[in-house]
T-cell receptor, first 115, second 114 residues
Framework: DGGITQSPKYLFRKEGQNVTLSCEQN?????MYWYRQDPGQGLRLIYY???????QKGDIAEGYSVSREKKESFPLTVTSAQKNPTAFYLC??????????????FGNGTRLTVT | AQSVTQLGSHVSVSEGALVLLRCNYS??????LFWYVQYPNQGLQLLLK??????LVKGINGFEAEFKKSETSFHLTKPSAHMSDAAEYFC????????????FGIGTKLQVIP
């Protein structure tokens, strides 16, 4: 079955360490996204990518970085510069960026806890 | 700019009762509207979407939503709640014409009381 795989499901890190969250899709979608979810705040867009080797900042990109070296993969690095990194992170994909009527397909998320 | 307002961060209904989750949007051009559902510690999955055409949209699990342009609303309903409907529901909007990121509401947690 096609879908999006995020790993790991739970991640614990010490403050000051960078950490990378994995996201892989086999839906053959061009567009991929990273969202952050905090209680009572809905989903906020961190980064998105239209195509391989291209990505754009979303609303809350500070303290995060991404890469898109392969169509299937869009890893997110949470750097030590991110002031409040503890959150639930969701990766998503869609057919293409310009098809605004296409729904997003989501992975099952990674819950990051930084202490 | 576009925005979504979900009225009521928590809604409780009895099993078998009507479910009504409210969503109002603002958009300067015709919107595309979506409802997603999220079960605990999982990602979001699409319930239904409105793009163009029929204003009453049927989705999965017996849910439906009606697009009302005059009221800028896209409320989600289900005639009879089931225990398995307990989850968080998100309304989302995007716009036609070029890429516009999807804007999500803050979500409504639905509790179903036996």
């Amino acid at each position: 079955d096609g879908g999006i795989t995020q790993s790991p499901k739970y991640l614990f890190r010490k403050e000051g360490q960078n950490v990378t969250l994995s996201c892989e899709q086999n839906l053959n979608h061009d567009a991929m996204y990273w969202y952050r979810q905090d209680p009572g705040q809905g989903l906020r867009l961190i980064y998105y990518s239209q195509i391989v080797n291209d990505f754009q900042k979303g609303d809350i990109a500070e303290g995060y970085s991404v890469s898109r070296e392969k169509k299937e993969s869009f890893p997110l690095t949470v750097t030590s510069a991110q002031k409040n990194p503890t959150a639930f992170y969701l990766c998503a994909s869609s057919i293409a960026l310009e098809f605004n009527n296409s729904p997003l397909h989501f992975g099952n998320g990674t819950r990051l806890t930084v202490t | 700019a576009q925005s979504v307002t979900q009225l009521g961060s928590h809604v409780s209904v009895s099993e078998g009762a009507l479910v009504l989750l409210r969503c109002n949007y603002s958009s300067s051009v015709p919107p595309y509207l979506f409802w997603y559902v999220q079960y605990p510690n999982q990602g979001l999955q699409l319930l239904l979407k409105y793009t163009t055409g029929a204003t009453l949209v049927k989705g999965i699990n017996g849910f439906e939503a009606e697009f009302k342009k005059s009221e800028t609303s896209f409320h989600l309903t289900k005639p009879s709640a089931h225990m398995s409907d307990a989850a968080e529901y998100f309304c989302a909007v995007s716009r036609s014409g070029g890429y516009q990121k999807v804007t999500f509401g803050i979500g409504t947690k639905l509790q179903v009381i036996p």
